[in-house]
């Protein structure tokens, strides 16, 4: 049962807490730009750029951040 809890965050270089902190990081700032691209919608004048800002910071984020091992591909799922 802990394997579940452990597997994917391993992949990815994190202990359970580390993945957990990077992922309500993330999870976060989807949610505030998602908020922001609603109102955006209604007034297009407010948050011209925040959308496309917070997607191009996360994914340098999780580019730089990638476990680097050698033949690691952590987008690939553990057999």
């Known amino acids: 049962m802990m394997k579940l809890f452990t597997e994917h965050p391993a992949t990815v270089g994190e202990t359970y807490f580390e993945h957990m902190g990077v992922a309500f990081g993330f999870g976060g700032r989807l949610m505030l730009s998602g908020i922001a691209c609603l109102l955006h919608g209604i007034f297009p004048f407010l948050f011209v750029k925040t959308g ?11 580019l730089t951040h990638r476990d680097c091992r050698p033949g690691h591909d952590p987008m690939m799922p553990a057999e």
């Open 52 to 62: 496309s800002e917070a997607v191009d910071e996360l994914h340098e984020r999780m």
